[in-house]
Structures are given as C-alpha cells and as structure tokens.
C-alpha cells in the first residue's frame, strides 16, 4: 500500500484504568487482527504482553501494531497511563500523526490525562475523544463533556449521544447521519442493528446537530455564509470542515461507548478514517542544526521521492534480538541499503525489517514514508537518533527527556550475576532513557535512576525475571542539589616548583547564585592580558567539573555565575592544565564561604479522594511538608492539587489507600528544586557522611 492518503499512525493515550489497553484490544478484533479478545483484566490482552504488566493489569510500555479498516491502514499505539511511563507517552506522540484520548465515563478527566493531553498539544497531534465506560456506575457522558471544557480547556464536538447509561446503555445515536446503533445482549461488536433515533432523544438529537453544524461550518466561510442563510451544507461539506478543524485543533470529535462490552467502537474507527490527517497532511517535522539543535528551516516533507530521513523513537529487547522502533517521515528504506546514524555519524546495513503486530511480526522487504516499522540488530542507534540517507546528512529535531528524581542502590546476590547485570542493564538504559544508571567507584553499588517508585520496582522485577539477576536492594535515595546563596569575590594562585618547569596560574573571580534553572554560566571580563584568552576555556572547564560535587554533601551544584575579572600569569611556566588546577582550587576555597544550601525536588502531587477522606488527606499531605495549591469538588470524589517534596512521599500509596479505604488515587510528576529547611539539611548531610565514613 503507497497511497499515504489512506494511512492513519494513531495513539491511543488516557489515565491509567480508563481503558486504553481495552479499546486497542477491541479494535484489532474488530478490524480481524485477533480473533479472540484478550482481557487486561486475565492478563491476556495482546499489547500488554510483558510479564509484568499481564501480572499488574496495566501498560508499561507502548507497543505498535498495524490493522485495516475500510481500506486504511492503521499503525496503532497502546501507551502506558501511569505517570512514571509519561516517557513512553511523550515519545510515541513524537512520531504519531492523530491520536485517541479516552476518558472514563465515570472518573472524567483524570491526572494523568490532564499530562498526557498536554504532551499532545505541545506535539500539535490532533485528537478524537472517546468516552469510555458508559456501563459503569456512576458514568455521565455530558458531564465528562463539561470536563474537557473545563479542565483541558478544549472544544469537543459530540459526535455520538449514548442510549441509556449504567446498566440500561444500550448503544449510541450518530448525531451527524441521525441513526441510532444498538448492540444486543450477545457481547459481539458486530451483532448492532441501526435503527431510528428513539423518541425521546430526538429534540436532544437535533439540538446537537446543530450545535455541530454551527462548530463545523466554522471553518469554512463560504458554507458559513449560506447556512445563515438557512441552507443546510451537505454531509460531505461538513465532513470536510470537521476533517480540518480537527487537523488545526480547533476541536475535538468526541464519541462515546464502553469498549468491554464492545459498544460503540466502529463509529470511532470510522471517525479515525474520516477526521484524522493522513501522513501528508500534518506540519512535516522541522530538521535542526546537529550543534545547537536550532531550527534550520528546513522540513522533512512527507514524500518518497525525497532522501530518507527517519526518528528512531523506541528500541525493545525481545527473544529475537534488539528492536528499534523507526517512524519513516520521508525516502525509502529497502532491506540491505546503508543508512547514516546521524548523531553518530556511524553508517549501518539494513538487515531484516518487520511490521509489527505488538509481539509478533512480517517480516517486509521495503517500507517508506509515513511507515512506522521495526528493524532487526541495529547496533549503536538509540531513541531519538536521526537515520538518514548517507549522501543527505540531517538531524530531525531531537526528543528530550526529564531528568531521574530518584534512586536505588542495588548490588548482585552473587559473583556469575554481576556479568549478566552489566549486559542486561545496557539493553534496559538503550530501551528507556528516562532510566539512568551509575557505579559507585568507591563501594562498587550500582545505582539505578529513574522517574518514581513503580518505575523502579518494575525495572528491578525486568532484571530478576528478564534476566535472570537477584538483586539486594537498597532503601531509595531522593536526588538533592546544591546552590550559593550569597556573592564572594575572591583570588587563588596556584603554584608549584619542583625541578623542570614549574606550573602558575592566579585567577581574580567573583562567584555569584545565577537565576533558578540558568545552571552554570561563565564569563570573563579581563582587560589586557593579565590572564591570556587561550586560558579562559581551561578556568571555565576547571569551574564547571567541580559543578558536580558540591561544598556541603558532594551533590551536583545548580544556578551559579562565575565571573573572571583579573589574574597573573607566568610566560614559562604558565599552561591550561595550571589554570585548570587553580579554577578546581578557587571553585574548593570560595564555595564554602557563598551560603551554600541544599535544595530538594519537589512534586507537583495530584490527589483524588472520596469527599468523607478529604480532611484527613489535606492534614497528611501538611505532615509531609506539603504545599496545597487547589481542590476541585466532582461528583465522585475530590481533587486536590499541592506542591509535597519527593523526600516525604516514598510509600505514599500505601498510606492513601488505608486512609480512604481503598478508593483514593494520587499520581505525581517532578515541578521543581526548593531550598530545604535546615533541620532538613542537616539530617540530609549527616547521613551522607555517615555512607562516606562506612565506604
């Protein structure tokens, strides 16, 4: 198939438990991908296929799988919900062109699909709405409308009006075509029959229509201009202005139904078809400069004609070798052609290329743009690299990935683990680069860095069951930073003589706090040439390797200016490595003296609580140094926003579930670094000797 017109590389993203995973598995039967539905909740569904997310019920990584409908091909993503994943999240939105959002129809707009909805409207990847669930208690399909009002700030456009709620939904009205669809009892997708709009839906009905008609016409002024008039456009026509209102944001079509029970998913596929933009028809992906990672003006235009340009936006380690994950944006790639790693500047041969449906695969020999395909044995590509035709050098713009709040500290039970630890740690690092790992030197821990407790636990579990590698565990570690709180002007000379040429260099300097998130910045203002320029670099490079090991506990330094404004230097025995050695020694002498203080990471925590358990949430969240900065009442429970640092919130789900009986969820995501209280940092710093003492 080369008609990209008839390609659609969609997403399907929500909160956790609000039935992504559930809608994917409902759409590939539909579209006769699978031919007996899996369930997330036995464990059996085809996207979650890692032990560990069949045992836990919840997606951790995103898989891709390709399906027709009505002549289109589909390459779908199932994406993690839970906040620790948002990586996964983020970067299948990079090489996504439309996506899914799905709403529960009783927990409305969730946490996590406030992050996620905000991923994509940074990425400007168009949406359709699903309201999932309608056959739960509690669900209200207008309510949830309101939400997305309310708390996205988007426009959803109904499409479909449910039949029924709870226990009595019973199937959807199409409000554009006025056909009603209703599914019997039998619990299969394809036994529907479309009947009338039942009476007393049909004021409801007409009121939405127009409603609709009105948000469509919008985009068109000519058909603006005649149906105040009072002339009624065609379908086609407003097919059409809903197709580019979607495309430019402008609204969302918003559709509703329960995916268990098989309700109202075809209308959804078919919405995929009509309203989202094929390849070719989104903002093509700007190519930046490899140095500055600027813009450079240029495009990757969607075109096969064009050179190859593709993202590598995922690798996966399975029983076949390592998968990277490519979504081709323009060119071709045929099997055996040489492709340019750009960041590297390596080449590699096309070995075996697959199409993947989540853990099988076809093997193919071509594949081009507007694909998204898997290619077998890559050896130095990592996501986010760059492919490209080796005569056409480009970089497409990078994916950026946030910082690890957390750490472990983790040691192999025995001797024959601490080689397959090695191995097994390279490939996890390569498949997710929001988890970072260190070695201690001195104690030969290995320390594991990542985005929260579950994201750990779960990496932990991969290395015991995957790998086969016992690990001890440490309690986990809060990842500090260090900063000045005052200005220090100050001189340090180094100097030494013992035989042969000696070593000088005397640096005049002021050190002062620079402004929050700035990191280090340095600047010379010497007149004449009291300390040469050639020697700027080395002072500069000896400031910023001391940035990693701060004054008060050894933590990385953050938001300081150096500025050098005077010195001496020595025309024999003067050298970069001198002046190095004297920026080491000034950054030792003068650190001390500029008010150093310890900052800690603070959570931006977003809790939902039944309204009986909301004192005693509030009063726990006060206990642990928690700033509340909203509460927002709904029909099921209560939200409340705040500011907690991350220090105080290890096994807080443990305490929030006893507190509310069970009911309360919470998800949290790093906000910012905030000076801790002195009682704070000295117990903090205590502790670090006390590891330091131990080594």
């Known amino acids: 198939m080369t008609d990209l017109s008839k390609y659609r590389n969609i997403g399907i993203f929500a909160h956790v438990d609000a039935g992504k995973t559930t809608t994917t598995e409902r759409i590939l039967k539909l579209t006769g991908k699978i031919h007996k539905i899996g369930d997330t909740h036995d464990g059996t569904s085809t996207t979650d296929f890692m032990e560990q ?41 990079k090489v996504l062109d439309g996506g899914v959002g799905v709403f529960c129809g009783s927990g409305g707009v969730e946490p996590q699909s406030e992050t996620n909805w905000r991923y994509a409207d940074e990425s400007r990847v168009s949406r359709l709405i699903f309201v999932n669930k309608l056959d739960r208690m509690g669900a209200d399909f207008y309510r949830v409308c309101d939400q997305v009002k309310n708390v996205l700030g988007a426009t959803p456009l109904v499409m479909t009006l449910p039949i029924g709620i709870e226990d009595d939904f019973k199937g959807v009205v199409d409000v554009l075509s006025r056909k009603a669809y209703i599914w019997d009892d039998s619990g299969l997708p394809e036994n529907y029959s479309v009947e009338d709009v039942p009476a007393e839906m049909v004021d409801d009905v007409e009121a939405y229509r127009e409603q609709m008609i009105e948000t469509a016409v919008e985009q068109d002024d000519e058909l603006m201009m005649a ?169 497409l713009e990078p994916m950026i990935f946030p910082e690890p709040v957390i750490s472990i500290a983790v040691a192999p039970k025995d001797k024959g683990a601490s080689e397959k630890l090695g191995v097994a740690l390279g490939k996890m690092v390569s498949e997710d680069p929001s988890f970072q790992v260190e070695s201690d030197q001195e104690t030969g821990e290995t320390i594991l860095k990542g985005m929260g407790e579950l994201h750990l636990d779960i990496k932990v579990d991969i290395l015991k069951r995957t790998h086969g590698v016992e690990l001890t565990v440490g309690a986990p570690q809060v990842a500090y930073r260090e900063t000045i709180t005052k200005p220090v002007e100050d001189s340090y000379t180094h100097k030494k003589q013992s035989g042969g040429s000696g070593q000088f260099g005397k640096i005049d300097y002021r050190i002062k706090p620079g402004e929050q998130g700035s990191g280090f910045a340095f600047t010379s203002s010497v007149v004449g040439g009291n300390v040469p320029k050639e020697f700027w670099p080395a002072i500069e490079k000896g400031f910023k390797e001391m940035m990693e090991t701060g004054p008060m506990a050894g933590f990385p330094v953050l938001d300081v200016e150096v500025e050098l404004f005077d010195g001496g230097f020595h025309a024999v025995d003067s050298s970069a490595i001198a002046f190095e050695i004297a920026a080491k020694g000034a950054f030792r002498q003068s650190m001390p003296k500029a008010g150093p203080q310890l900052l800690e990471p603070i959570m931006k925590v977003d809790v939902f609580t039944p309204e009986d358990h909301v004192g005693d949430v509030i009063g726990d969240l006060n206990r642990r140094r928690g700033m509340i900065k909203d509460q927002q009442a709904g029909v099921t429970g209560v939200r409340i926003k705040g500011d907690v640092p991350l220090s105080e919130m290890f096994g807080y789900i443990g305490t929030l579930r006893t507190m509310t009986s069970g009911r309360g969820q919470f998800s949290m995501e790093f906000s910012h670094y905030a000076p801790c209280p002195n009682n704070v940092a000295e117990k903090v710093i205590a502790e670090v000797k006390e590891r330091n003492a131990a080594k």
């Open 53 to 93: 997310e069949a045992e836990r019920g919840i997606t951790i990584q995103s898989a891709a799988t390709t399906c027709f409908w009505n002549d289109h091909r589909l390459n779908i993503i199932d994406t993690p919900g839970h906040v620790d994943f948002t990586i996964e999240v983020y970067r299948s939105l």
């Open 227 to 395: 149906y105040m008039e009072g002339e009624e456009p065609s379908v086609e026509d407003i097919k059409r202005c809903i197709r580019k209102g979607t495309r430019d944001l402008a609204f969302f079509p918003t559709y509703c139904g329960s995916a268990y029970k098989n309700k109202g998913i075809q209308l959804v596929l078919d919405a995929v078809v009509d309203y989202l933009p094929s390849p070719t028809e989104v903002d093509p992906q700007p190519l930046t400069n490899p140095e500055t990672g600027e813009p450079t003006g240029e495009v990757a235009t969607v075109s096969e004609d064009e050179p190859l340009r593709a993202l590598a936006f995922k690798i996966m380690d399975d029983r076949f070798g390592a998968l990277t994950f490519i979504r081709i944006y323009s060119g071709k790639m045929k099997k055996g052609d040489t492709i340019l790693n750009s960041a590297t500047g390596k080449t590699e041969r096309i070995g075996r290329m697959v199409e993947m449906h989540a853990n099988d695969r076809n093997e193919i020999d071509s594949a081009h743009a507007g694909d998204i395909i898997a290619v077998v044995g890559m050896k130095a590509v990592k996501t986010g690299h760059t492919l490209c035709d080796p005569k056409h050098e480009c970089t």
